[in-house]
Each structure stands twice: as structure tokens, then as C-alpha cells.
């Protein structure tokens, strides 16, 4: 073979630039990716997940929950809202003047200005920052999800089909475990014709000893095991459950900030 030392050549170079793109660079990336800071506090972020948790995700992994859910929110921009904090020594000037302005949506330059004309007659406002899209208007989450957000997460689960809602902040919206429990063993007995499958596995069907377990699931009469038995979830879907509640992307952080506000009111406030 004469041409046998370009071949190589050729060869490495391809399988090299390959490697360089595939494995060099996003190891230079975010191979040192460590906690960060959240914006305007002292806490550091994502913390790690108990052990309970960490096992949850190998079973979200093994039941293939990624294939209908994503943990991935996405952001098309930011919006800035203006707040009254007070109204000042003129109440009425003050309501009167926000009655003519528009206070949210705004871009930087109207926000501004929307803040020196109220602070002109004496008001107190804030400016918020809030994160604008699809995802975010369907409460999936407040911000975009970024890197730090997976930091824990070995291997991530990003999805990439969504037959079901984003997960990605879902610990924070759905928080109690036992929604959780019934809504994996029927998903129907908590959301009206889900068409989430059951996972039915993850549970134990049991006679009921001297003493209903604890644990046991508050079913609906219609799902419910026939008289003298008792739903009890196995250590898997405990794990899965935990997992699920730890699944929190509600911190501000430098790059992907936004206001944490619970409740936004542009009622003067007394
Ligand atoms: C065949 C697709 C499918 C699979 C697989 C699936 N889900 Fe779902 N899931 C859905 C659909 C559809 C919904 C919306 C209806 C509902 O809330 O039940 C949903 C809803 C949810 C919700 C409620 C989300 C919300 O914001 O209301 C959670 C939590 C959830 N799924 C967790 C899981 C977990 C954990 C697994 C793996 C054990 C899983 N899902 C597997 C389709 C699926």
C-alpha cells in the first residue's frame, strides 16, 4: 500500500479533531465545573442530593422517565417589571401617574424611565428582572436551566422529547410525596386522564398485618387493592420520589439571574 502513511495521517486527523470537539473542549469547558454562588446571598449552588435522592436518579434512569420528560427549561429573553414599593407623601399623585404608565414587559430603557417618573413624585419602586418563554410562562420554572443545575447529576438526564411536562424544577412546584406515590402507581387517581403510564411495579400489593402499614397509599376507591390489602411503595419508588422533590432550578445565579419574588403586585404598597 503506498498511500498507506497518508491514510494514517488522514485517519488521525479525523479521529483527533473528533476527540479534540468532542472530549478536549467540553472537558476544558466544564470539567472543573464546581458550586456557585447565588446571586445576592451567601449560599452556594446546586447542593448535593441525599443518598435517598442520588439512587432515585438511577431509577428515574432505568425507567426510562427521560423519554417523555425533559429537565431542560428554556428562555427566549428577560423583561423587566416595575414594582411600587411605597407610595411616599403623595399617595395620590403617585396612583394616579401609575394608573398612565405600563409597569410590566418592559425593556431596561422603559423600566428606567418608569422609575424616574414615579420616584419624580415620590413613590419607591423596584426594578425586577424576569426571565421570559414558553417554558416559563407554563410554570415549568423561573429562569433557563444552566450548567451548575447539573452538577450532581451523573449521567444527566436531559430528554428530548416532551410527551410530558419539563421536570427540571419540579421538586419545587410538586412537592409532596405522596401526590408523588399516587401518581405513580395510577397517575389518573390524581391527574384526570393522564396518559402517563402507570408504574405500578415500583409498588408492593400486600394482606394487610396486624396494622395498616404508614406507608400505605391513600388510593381512591377505584384503584384501590380489594378489601384486606394494602398498596405499599418499595424502596425504588421512595428513591424516585426523592429524587423527584430535589429537583429545584429556583436560585438566581450570574448567568441566569432574575428577581425571586413569590407574590408581584403593583398595588401601592401602605
Ligand atoms: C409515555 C410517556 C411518559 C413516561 C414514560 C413517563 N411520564 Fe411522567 N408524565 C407523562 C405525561 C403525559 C404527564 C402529564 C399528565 C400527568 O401529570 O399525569 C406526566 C406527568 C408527570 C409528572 C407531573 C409533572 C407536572 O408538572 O405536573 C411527573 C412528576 C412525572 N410525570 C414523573 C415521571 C416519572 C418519575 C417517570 C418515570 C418513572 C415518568 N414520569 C414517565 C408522560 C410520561
Redo the contacts with the bound molecule.
Sequence with gaps: MKNGISVFIAAFIALGASWCGFVLAPALQLGTAKQTAVLNSGDTYPVQRTGDATLGLQV?RA???A???TEQIQQTGIAFEVVLTGAGKNPDAVSNLISTLKLTGLTKEEADSANDKITAVGGKVETHLIPTGADISRGWGVRRSVAADYLYDSPVQLGSLR???D?AD?GT??NNASW?LL??YA?QSV?KN????P?RFLFETRKIGDAPSPDALNLPSEFAPPAGYEVVPKPEAKQ?VAY?LSLHADVPLYEAPYTPVQISTNAPAK
Design positions: 428515574y425507567n426510562g422517565c423519554a417523555c420528560h410527551a410530558g411536562p421536570l419540579a412546584r410538586l408523588h401518581h405513580l397517575p391527574v393522564s396518559a402517563m403510564p408504574f424516585l423527584l
